[in-house]
């Protein structure tokens, strides 16, 4: 069975809603390595509506700039969660009728790990409370927001076992959790 993997980028207080506006500056050799081997190791992502949007909005103008990272970004096939949109581009495939049971769905064909980027919205509440998620990856970036959106705001408690950590000589720290 597929590994699906929930990746995010966070700040020491708990800010996941606007990386773009703190975490650039982090962005080195190192760090890049390490997101190539998780965008490498997946052969398909899976993503909420906003990320989507974002990203369907961003990354097909990057392949010049960013090179193989941004054609596979651009090339992976996506799964979209969202009760709004109607149609998706950007070689995306929404996701209708029960998310649970399609993402689960998705874990049992074969192929390589589905990563899922941005963790925070009911797309994850819905993962979590159905135990879907194989793997958290918490990108703790040195900054202190002061405010923002929160982390799973609203979630029951969730207990995670630590499996792995990886700092940065940039001060991001690279936390892996699996459910506990």
């Known amino acids: 069975m597929r590994k699906l993997i929930a990746t ?4 020491l207080d708990g800010d996941v809603s606007a990386p773009d506006k ?9 760090y890049s390595r390490y997101a190539r081997e998780l965008l490498f190791s997946a052969d398909a992502l899976l993503l909420g509506r906003k990320t989507y949007e974002g990203f369907a909005e961003t990354w097909p103008a ?11 970004m651009n090339a992976l096939p996506k799964y979209v969660a969202s ?5 998706t581009a950007w ?13 689960a769905a998705l874990k049992r064909r074969p192929g390589a790990d589905i990563v899922k980027f941005g963790i925070g919205g009911e797309l994850d509440r819905t993962l979590l409370e159905h135990k879907l ?9 040195p900054v202190i927001a002061g405010s923002g959106e929160r982390i799973l ?27 506990g």
């Open 153 to 179: 705001d609203g979630i029951s408690t969730a207990h995670l076992k630590l499996t792995s950590t990886t700092s940065l000589a940039s001060g991001v720290v690279l936390l892996t959790y699996t459910p």
């Open 91 to 103: 070689n995306a495939t929404l996701i209708k009728g029960d998310v649970a049971e399609e993402v």
């Open 83 to 87: 009760r709004t949109l109607t149609e």
């Open 8 to 11: 995010t980028f966070i700040t």
């Open 22 to 30: 703190w975490s650039g500056r982090y962005w080195d050799e190192e």
């Open 133 to 141: 998620v194989d793997e958290y990856q918490f990108w703790m970036f």
């Open 62 to 72: 990057l392949e010049e700039a960013e090179g193989d990272y941004a054609v596979r």
